[in-house]
């Protein structure tokens, strides 16, 4: 095995943030998570808790309607857009309230994407699965061989650059400290890093509540968006990407 510095090849443990992150420590092998605390990934569990499958796609795309009408499915808008007909957006409260549809496709401009270029045994974990992922994941992954790659989505600046995100440090944290207390693994500094910052904060939900993201939301009338984002463990879901829908496992 080639030894790359960015790739964290030596760890089964691994974290990374946005796109191109994922693409070097995970290059086919093991299993990737996504986690995109607001809001793709918290959408995702919520939706196939209820039986939903959802198809990731990028945002802006016109793949995604031709991949909706591809499969039957309905498109979600953005939570803007939202009318009585068609109440499906990334809202992962409108999507607990809406008619749940067969399938869905759920653009994001940054879980969304990732889980979309991507292969191989891939995962949307947010706050609310935590300890349900980490045991779907226990057997089928974990060494430097076949890692698994924990990627914190993050958030775009307005020119389009990456902006580290609280909340996606704290929900990777959380799945590499659930996974570190079932198995002894090789984890990487970068993980190691993400995995203390989670023990570290006293109040993870305050501190979804008010980082810059959850004051955001809150700031355009989504603070119920945030506070199901902010709940820890309240789901046994694990979405697996099945076939190009992620499905409840």
């Known amino acids: 095995m080639t030894s790359r510095p960015w790739g964290q090849d030596r760890y089964g443990l691994r974290l990374e943030w946005g796109l191109t992150g994922s693409q070097e420590v995970s290059p086919g092998r093991g299993a990737l998570v996504v986690v995109d605390v607001l809001s793709f990934t918290t959408a995702v569990t919520v939706a196939t808790a209820r039986g939903v499958s959802v198809y990731p796609a990028a945002w802006h795309d016109e793949r995604a309607a031709e991949l909706a009408a591809r499969v039957d499915a309905r498109l979600a808008v953005g939570r803007g857009e939202v009318t009585r007909d068609h109440p499906w957006s990334l ?3 409108a999507l607990a309230a809406a008619p749940a549809p067969a399938r869905l496709v759920l653009p994001s401009p940054n879980g969304s994407s990732i889980a979309a270029a991507s292969d191989g045994i891939v995962v949307a974990c947010s706050l609310r699965n935590v300890a349900a992922v980490a045991r ?4 089928r992954a974990g060494t430097p061989e076949d890692p698994i790659s924990v990627i914190a ?10 902006r580290p995100a609280l909340e996606d440090l704290l929900g990777a944290g959380a799945l590499l400290s659930a996974l570190a207390e079932l198995e002894d693994y090789a984890i990487s500094p970068e993980a190691e890093a993400a995995l203390a910052t989670f023990r570290g904060t006293g109040s993870v939900a305050n501190a979804v ?6 004051l955001e939301l809150v700031h355009r ?3 119920q968006d945030v506070e ?22």
């Open 136 to 139: 779907w994941l226990r057997d």
């Open 153 to 162: 989505a993050g958030e775009r600046w307005p020119d389009g650059s990456l």
């Open 228 to 249: 199901i984002a902010a709940e820890l463990d309240v789901s046994t879901a694990v979405p697996a990407l099945t076939d190009g829908a992620f499905v409840a496992r």
């Open 91 to 93: 809202s992962p409260a």
């Open 209 to 214: 509540r008010g980082c810059a993201s959850g």
């Open 221 to 223: 009338g989504f603070e």
